[in-house]
């Protein structure tokens, strides 16, 4: 589906919440590297759609009534054969119809398992005042506890972009500390750039994350994404 066509569909459903599924496409069209998601509608889909990428897979609970997919027992990681998805697809329907008696699921979507980088988190808010601000920090504990994340106004200077990256605590982290991978640093610049491009063009977008994306010494790519639009009503 093209970028009208998303946001045609979510209008008509009338939800501003875009499904992993459809953030991806829309982030993708904008040149940022995702790990495209298919949805998978029976567990037979889900099965054909694994053999098709090649194992290990990733199964997720697809439903614009889900945000914290994972918190609701909606992501399953490392499959690596056929019956392991199967069980996976009944056990996240299970689980998140126990988690969200009322949420509309989708399907299930199946995605290749990325192999592990630094996880960082690329997002963009509204600011009441600024407009657009885009947000830059490290995935998981150190962005929930630590709130160690950096901001700048959209739109963003490459120059804006690598000051962001420096003036987290955890840069060292991405220079490679410890013999850890380290990211290439030049290239998350560019994709913040091209994010904040990509919400600067687009003003129905009301927030964006890319969370996370795991960066490597060579490459980037986003695992999870989120788009939320602004009430057209
Ligand atoms: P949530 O809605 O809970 O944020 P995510 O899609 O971010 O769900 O998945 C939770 C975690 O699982 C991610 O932070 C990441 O570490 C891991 N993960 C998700 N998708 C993939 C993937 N395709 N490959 C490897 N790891 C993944
Ligand atoms: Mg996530």
Known sequence: MTKNEILSQARKEKRTQLTEIESKELLKEAGIPVVEA??????????????GLGFPVVLKVVSPDVIHKSDSGGVKLGLNNMAQVGKAYREIRLAVKQHYPKAKIKGISVQEMARPGVEVIIGMTKDAQFGPVLMFGLGGI??????????????????????????????PLLEGYRGQEPADIPLLEDLMVKVS????????????????????KDGAVAVDARVILEDSS
């Open 38 to 51: 298919k949805l998978a509608r029976t567990k037979k889909e889900a099965v054909a759609l694994s053999k």
């Open 142 to 171: 150190l962005v929930e506890v630590l709130k160690d994340i950096s901001f700048r106004i959209v739109p963003l200077t490459k120059r804006d972009a690598r000051e962001m990256i420096k003036e987290i605590k955890g840069y």
């Open 197 to 216: 491009d990509f919400v600067d063009k687009n003003p129905e977008i009301k927030e964006l994350d890319l969370n996370p994306l795991f960066a490597y």
